[in-house]
């Protein structure tokens, strides 16, 4: 199967039926196969805590039962992407995060309650706790791609504009955050103006690889702009166009993709290709090729 550039969407469904969590069956189903809303919600609604949060490993490098922000986001963009929405699950997981949210706003990269659980090594709290680019702009994009109203999302919102202005130095991840944000944020006007800025930094800091075939654990254009959007306008068409072939040849004769950062453990190693894969199907799809 490598090297073809047409996905066989059979040899993935077997590769997550084989391996995949019963959320990216959930999730195959309602994307590829025209299945049903209700039993993604349902998945989703089986890693959440009575805090309203979300934890158990729904974000698979982060083994512990307590609600963490990435597991939030990990939530609420399956329901967002899956066309699953409940209100219900993401006001209550609003609360979670106003109720825990660092002084200035937003969220932090790691809540604490994951000490002395298995995680992976770069799931280290920073100390004070203070507001991340990355889980703030990827929650608080999706919640304003669904046009929610929230206490928490206000107040997260300054933290990203604040923050966006200022920015002179930031990792991938940082910046995945901000392009979610800049994606969905109402203010559409400001957001084209602060794209070229990051655009400056993403390209500067040498942050995005733009050979297909670069090694190691690095981000593509792809990972930065998985479906069309503000964030897809930096890069040509023929960038785009030659990631989405490699993506679409990144399938493994078991018929799942994978990653390319450290696997860590066993467990969230099956975990993160079951997710890869419903992903990698879901870009494809956005950007036309399925």
Same mark, same amino acid.
């Given at each position: 199967?490598?090297?073809? +550039?047409?996905?066989?969407? =059979? ?25 049903? #809303? ?19 490993? /729904? ?7 307590? +609600?963490?922000?990435?597991?939030? =986001?990990?939530?609420?963009?399956? $329901? ?5 929405? +409940? ?41 004070? &706790? ?22 928490? /999302? ?13 920015? +002179?130095?930031?990792?991938?991840? =940082? ?18 103006? #602060?794209?070229? &800025?990051?655009?400056? $930094? ?7 690889? $733009? ?13 930065? #702009?998985?479906?069309? &959007? ?13 990631? /989405?072939?490699? $993506? ?30 419903? =992903?990698?199907?879901?870009? /494809? ?6």
């Amino acid at each position: 199967m490598g090297g073809m +550039s047409i996905p066989d969407i =059979d040899a993935a469904e077997q590769f997550i039926a084989a391996r995949g969590r019963v959320l990216d069956r959930r999730r195959f189903d309602r994307l590829m196969r025209e299945g049903q #809303a209700q039993p993604v919600r349902d998945a989703v609604a089986a890693y959440r805590n009575p805090d309203g949060g979300f934890g158990h490993a /729904l974000e698979p490098d982060g083994r512990a039962p307590g +609600s963490q922000p990435l597991a939030v =986001d990990q939530a609420l963009r399956i $329901l967002h992407e899956a066309d699953a929405w +409940s209100d219900g699950l993401a006001a209550a997981a609003c609360d979670w995060l106003q109720a825990t949210a660092p002084t200035e706003g937003g969220a932090a990269a790691v809540d604490p309650s994951i000490e002395g659980w298995p995680h992976a090594p770069w799931w280290v709290p920073e100390e004070g &706790g203070p507001a991340s680019l990355a889980t703030t702009g990827l929650i608080a994009g999706t919640l304003h791609a669904r046009g929610v109203r929230h206490p928490w /999302l206000a107040r997260a919102t300054e933290v990203m504009w604040s923050r966006i202005d200022e920015l +002179s130095e930031a990792g991938p991840y =940082d910046l995945h955050g901000v392009f979610r944000f800049l994606d969905h944020v109402p203010d559409q006007a400001r957001a084209r103006q #602060a794209l070229d &800025g990051m655009g400056r $930094l993403l390209f500067k800091r040498d942050l995005v690889a $733009l050979d297909p075939d670069a090694p190691g654990e690095v981000h593509g254009p792809l990972d930065f #702009a998985p479906a069309l &959007g503000l964030a897809s306008s930096l890069f040509d068409d023929a960038v785009l166009d030659a990631h /989405l072939d490699h $993506l679409a040849r990144g399938q493994r004769e078991d018929g799942g993709w994978t990653f390319n950062w450290m696997a860590w453990s066993p467990a969230a190693e099956q975990e993160w290709r079951g997710v890869r894969t419903v =992903d990698a199907l879901h870009t /494809l799809r956005a950007y036309g090729r399925l």
